[in-house]
């Protein structure tokens, strides 16, 4: 009895001292750690992990974070998915490091709605196991753990409870709400989707501050999440190589360049070319269609009642899953002569010909609509960058955080007022001309300027 009791007593500590073992490490503070007098190496003015469950490559928002807070003298650790190449300035720059999470095997990804919801467990499992490593062993705690939202699961839950045991403090960059994209999978009733919202709304209350993209989105989580901790709305803004091209004469010249505009170089060339572009995911939340519709009713207008108008080239650039299905639309559409004075091209650029692309074109499109009505689109963000105008689907709350109705850029609800949009803009250059002068006057604002005031505060940078 008794030498059972104490083998039972052995084991327990054993346990016990294991787990302890095996618990991570702890943040301490600078002055705990570095003795006075030891001054080999200046030390970085604070550490902040980021953690993205997402590929690096095509976060823009997390590179930011990561550049500001090293230019501001902190010491960036990167976790996330090595899928494409990063930032150039972010793999060079000494002070920011990325610690690449094991991608899950491939058969684990399906769009099959019942396969998803068994494959959907077994890799949120495999990320949980991942996650883990990462944050708690392969990694030094650091002051600040900054986690991209969504995908919340399982990042908000690990995160949270690293962060408890390292003693780290945990931020949330909402960039838009895990439930609400869930739901446009599996629809807004699935149970799947209510426990996401439960848990998404139980695991951020352990976070000590917020940055959301919009202040829509800070009442949202006000409102309907509860959140008592800061909320700091911090806009999306374009990167430093997304700026206009002021010189008319340089914007063709770009475009000359280019093999889409091969086949309309003379109308280029006279003046009488409006290129247009739109970068899309080709996924069912950005319908298409309605850019297509729009340019065959151009198309019909501009070669019976309006023959004075212009010729369109539209340049669509993106890679996705309908882009198929569309450009077998397309096609038929010019062999039945729909499409006359309107050509279509698809283009894969090169991160800065996008950027002169956007600068040297006459509008952009956005085709995006919104999951949760408070997120708003990055490529809009970036063709104001470019000091291009804009013309997007305008159904959801945060649009006019973005978009000055009329100042620089034009919202439509459907392809018949996109096409009185393009009608308008393109019949009358004066117009045009000055949309763009709003968005070249939007493109003065910049990410530093909106990151330092309020991100460098609450990390005690600036
Ligand atoms: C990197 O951080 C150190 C402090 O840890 C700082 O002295 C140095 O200037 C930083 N380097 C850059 C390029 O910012």
Redesign the pocket.
């Known amino acids: 009895m008794i030498e059972s009791l104490i083998s039972i007593a052995f084991c327990v500590s054993t346990a016990l001292t294991v787990l302890i073992l095996l618990l991570p490490s702890q943040y301490e503070p600078e002055q705990a750690k570095s003795p006075a007098g030891s001054k080999d190496?200046?030390?970085?003015?604070t550490a902040v992990q980021i953690l993205v469950l997402g590929d690096i490559g095509r976060s823009p928002r997390m590179q930011y974070h990561a550049l500001s807070i090293?230019?501001q003298?902190g010491?960036v650790v990167i976790i996330g998915y090595k899928e494409s190449e990063p930032h150039p300035e972010i793999l060079s720059?000494?002070?920011i490091s990325i610690v690449p999470l094991r991608p899950h095997p491939a058969f684990l990804q399906t769009s099959n709605k019942l396969l998803f919801t068994i494959y959907g467990p077994l890799k949120v499992l495999f990320q949980v196991a991942c996650l883990w490593k990462c944050l708690a062993y392969s990694t030094k705690a650091p002051k600040w753990l900054l986690v991209q939202n969504p995908p919340s699961i399982p990042t908000l839950a690990i995160a949270s409870l690293v962060c408890f045991l390292r003693q780290s403090k945990l931020v949330i960059d909402w960039h838009n709400f895990g439930y609400s994209i869930l739901a446009l999978k599996l629809g807004q009733r699935h149970p799947l989707v209510k426990l996401s919202a439960w848990y998404e709304r139980v695991f951020c209350r352990s976070a000590s501050a917020h940055f959301c993209v919009t202040d829509a989105m800070k009442s949202v989580l006000k409102q309907e999440f509860d959140v008592k901790a800061s909320i700091l709305p911090l806009h999306d803004r374009p990167a430093n190589h997304f700026s206009p091209i002021l010189d008319p004469t340089a914007r063709t010249n770009f475009l000359e360049t280019l093999p889409e505009t091969s086949t309309v170089r003379s109308a280029l060339l006279q003046g009488t070319l409006r290129v247009l572009v739109s970068s899309t995911s080709w996924t069912a939340d950005e319908d298409f269609s309605v850019l297509i519709d729009a340019l065959v009713r151009y198309s019909e207008l501009a070669t019976t009642t309006h023959n004075d108008l212009p010729e369109i080239l539209a340049i669509i650039t993106g890679k996705g899953p309908q882009k198929e299905m569309y450009m077998d639309q397309i096609a038929t559409l010019e062999k039945s002569g729909k499409l006359q004075k309107v050509t279509i091209r698809t283009a894969w650029l090169s991160v800065h010909d996008y950027a002169r692309l956007l600068a040297s074109s006459s509008l952009g499109v956005s085709l995006h609509t919104s999951s949760s009505g408070v997120d708003l689109p990055m490529k809009v963000v970036d063709m104001f960058g470019a000091g291009l105008p804009v013309v997007g689907w305008d159904r959801f709350r945060a649009w006019p955080e973005l978009v000055t109705e009329g100042v620089n850029g034009l919202g439509f609800g459907s392809s018949v007022q996109l096409a009185e949009h393009l009608l308008e803009l393109f019949g009358d250059n004066d117009k045009l001309e000055c949309l763009r002068r709003g968005a070249q006057k939007e493109s003065c604002r910049r990410w530093d300027d909106e990151w330092n005031p309020i991100a460098g505060t609450l990390f005690e940078l600036t």
């Open positions: 190496s200046p030390k970085p003015k090293a230019k003298g010491d720059h000494p002070n």
